[in-house]
């Protein structure tokens, strides 16, 4: 009986789907490659002119194929991630009539290119925290190239598996697991005592507790406010499903466009991210000259720079006492590098190495007087400086034995460090909001009948979708305030199941079986590829 209460659901549903058969027409598929060849000229464009700013000369041609073929596989991550996640955010205008199916994918994509084009980059530096520190500093390597090509296919493999069968998953879920992966490969294959790092599991823990909050807090919070809008929110008509193709009420269906349009933006600043940390890997391997420093940094800036640099000096040596006087630069980095990958960062020993790199840097931005300035044989020592000390004053976090004044210091010599190597050029981010948009126009059919049609038994209302999207875009927006890697797919497919749930609609549980089984596969299946290629890709470079 209640297979065939199923059945019946099911064919309702479908009989009321929404024509989705539009978008394939000649001038569109021209209107595609032509977007995506100038999108691809125009990175090519802007990476040769950012080398010849630089004065770094020509790439070798290995380099330079390598190089391509790593750009071309991390914007391919964000154009899959565009049709596998954004789809999410299309499904309730599509499905309440608000938007035609073309109109509403066109308009989402746009508004994922804006996301994308105005986001901080907090997030893109979130994901690169979670690699091993070796292979950051050697991102140029072979051993670098490897993992970046392990990483992003094992994630497209996954988003490809988890779309074909219509099933909504997380790309910051796979990407996560993907890293983990080359973490622990990179870990095996180096040889016995060999100064390593596997996997960062305080930064995987920190952003798998996003990943994790998504689904619970899409699910309570959608089912909440549909609650409290049906007892503040009389008017009938906000309740009902769809008649036909007829569009719902005026101020009905701009609510859901307004719905619509901030869950695609803030998916751009949030999810467009995940790839923009990898990029810049990318271009600090092949081109370092150009790309390793931030060469906007104005001269203006340097003075403050500088006694940052000086008062933490002067607290790192105060707590760095028995130091040698001779320890050397490179000492120095071997010594932090090592804590670094312990995750300890608490004795003399450390600070009196972090001491020596801070004097280093120092002493670098007032003979060179700018980022810009700084020779290209000096880059890569004053990159690595940079990030180590930075990264090092990370790990302290309220570390004991430090004054409040001196935390403080410490804390704003760390944002005068992100500044000079953590950044997005314009280009990078415009390529891959492209990418992300593109994605979003491709494959978000499957997607979209899955989140539409699938997850509850009775068609969706127009308040179910908004209170999902609601609770989809305030969450993405936030997280993407504080740096935190969010899942759209499980905030609004969570969402949209909290809402039919407190709307008493009824839930599909085969779909969300097959939803949950996702999820929870998503960690170890990205690991296993990832790793299985990064060990393949190491046996090759």
Known sequence: MSQTVMNSSEESMQATRPNMDVGNKPLHVIIFFAVLIGALGFAAFSILQDMHSAGEGPLAVGTFVLLGIALVIALGFEFVNGFHDTANAVATVIYTRSLPPLVAVVWSGFWNFLGVALSTGAVAYSIVTLLPVELILQAGSNAGYAMIFALLIAAIVWNLATWAFGIPNSSSHALVGSIMGVGLANQILAPAGAATQGVDWGQVQKVFSALLFSPACGFLMAALLLFVMKLLIKNKALYRAPEGDKPPPLWIRGLLIFTCTGVSFSHGGNDGQKGMGLIMLILIGAAPTAYALNRAMPESAMPAFIESAGHAQQIFASHGTGTPADLTEQQARDIVGAALRAKTVSSPEIFGALSV???????????????????????????????????????????????????????????????????????????????????????????????????????????????????????????????????????????????MWSNGSGLQLSTLRSMALAWVTTLPAAMAISGFLYVLFRQIF
């Not at 704003?412 to 500044?419: A, K, M, P, T, V």
């Not at 038994?457 to 875009?473: C, D, F, I, R, W």
């Open 357 to 499: 790199l801070s004097t280093d840097i120092s002493t670098s931005v007032k003979t060179y007087g700018s980022m810009k300035a700084v020779p290209a044989a000096a880059v890569p020592n004053v990159r690595t400086d940079m990030y180590l000390v930075a990264d090092a004053i990370r790990v302290m976090g309220d570390a004991q034995g430090f004054t409040a004044d001196e935390k403080k210091s410490l804390k704003s010599f760390q944002s005068s460090l992100y500044s000079g190597t953590r950044f997005i050029p314009l280009w990078v981010k415009i390529s891959v909001a492209i990418a992300l948009g593109l994605g979003t126009m491709v494959g978000w059919k499957r997607i979209v009948v899955t989140v539409g049609e699938k997850i509850g038994k009775t068609h969706m209302t127009y308040a179910e979708g908004a209170s999902a999207e609601l609770v989809a875009m305030t969450t993405i927006g936030l997280a993407e305030r504080y740096g935190l890697p969010v899942s759209t797919t499980h905030i609004l497919s969570s969402g949209v199941a909290g809402t």
